[in-house]
């Protein structure tokens, strides 16, 4: 098992940054991937960025590339997303996700441990 935990969210203007964290818990962290999906409201829940067991290997969905980026912190157990130049679009609950599974998934059903989320919204 593995619990996550994110933070971060808020309220931003179009064109600032925020920072999201999500702690995990119950698990060594250096053995599980990690991902951030977002979900807004009417929308199904989408890929944002993966990262891989030992951080070497970042991906992301078209939509946020070169404005976002994900990090981890494996001393830390602490996966982090941080977002530039935000827009309107970006506006949705942030997830952070888990798996066990060797490789980086872009789907949410290769995640088998999901946080709570936290709001993040976006005014133009």
């Known amino acids: 098992q593995v619990q996550l935990v994110e933070s971060g969210g808020g309220l931003v203007q179009a064109g600032g940054s925020l920072r999201l964290s999500c702690a995990a818990s119950?698990?060594?962290?250096?053995?599980?991937?990690m991902g951030w999906f977002r979900q807004a409201p009417g929308k199904e829940r989408e890929f944002v960025a993966a990262i891989s067991r030992s951080g070497s290997s970042p991906y992301y969905a078209d939509s946020v590339k070169g404005r976002f980026a994900i990090s981890r912190d494996n001393p830390k157990t602490t996966v982090y997303l941080r977002m530039d130049s935000l827009k309107s679009d970006d506006t949705a609950v942030y997830y952070c996700?888990?798996?066990?599974?060797?490789?980086?998934?872009?789907?949410?059903?290769?995640?088998?441990?999901w946080g709570r989320g936290t709001q993040v919204t976006v005014s133009s």
């Open positions: 996700a888990a798996t066990g599974k060797n490789g980086v998934g872009r789907q949410t059903g290769w995640y088998d441990y």
């Open positions: 119950g698990r060594t962290f250096s053995t599980v991937t």
